[in-house]
């Protein structure tokens, strides 16, 4: 791999060799939620892109405080290198990558494959939950930089200023 990619992605024999790894949280992300029930890499925490990520009143972004809370109730603080993966091709990965990176979470990477191939390759599956972790403190909040970037492409008026962040109780 290049050494881009090596800083966005992680194959399917790393993840399986770093399973155990505590450092690490891994996170699925489903437009088909009912997929992660199904089966899911062990230990990952299961999101539906459209519930769990987006406010349910104003169907935009959840705001730094939730994003924040959302992560830490399930065990993710800042510490941890979040890898993800999903249906679609990771689409909703992908999203959520540039999520994590919009509210400043620099420490994540994607699966160089979609869910399929991980299923496809005989790798270890669950279908139980993970037990949820102890909540941690998970601080959001949205760099200049990457708000800038993505205000000047999207148009968008964001309510939060650069530099906020989310606490957790």
Do not use: C
């Not at 966005?8 to 770093?18: A, P, R």
């Not at 603080?77 to 959520?96: M, Q």
């Not at 191939?117 to 941690?136: D, F, H, L, M, Q």
């Amino acid at each position: 791999m290049s050494n881009y990619t090596k800083d966005v992605l992680v194959d399917t024999q790393w993840l399986e060799d770093h399973l155990d790894d505590d450092s690490i949280r891994i996170v699925e992300v489903d437009e088909n939620p009912a997929l992660y029930a199904e089966a899911h890499i062990p230990g990952a925490i299961g999101f539906d892109w459209k519930k769990d990520l987006q406010d349910q009143v104003k169907r935009d972004f959840l705001g730094p405080e939730a994003f924040g809370e959302l992560f830490g109730s399930h065990g993710v603080s800042n510490d941890h290198l979040v890898v993800l993966y999903g249906d679609r091709n990771n689409w909703f990965a992908a999203y959520t990558y540039w999520y994590l990176k919009y509210y400043g979470h620099d420490n994540v990477k994607l699966l160089n494959a979609p869910r399929e191939k991980w299923i496809g390759e005989n790798r270890p599956n669950a279908r139980v939950r993970p037990r949820p972790g102890n909540s941690t403190r998970f601080v959001s909040g949205s760099t200049g930089t990457m708000k800038r970037a993505a205000a000047y492409a999207f148009g968008w008026k964001h309510q939060t200023t650069p530099g906020t962040k989310a606490k957790l109780a």
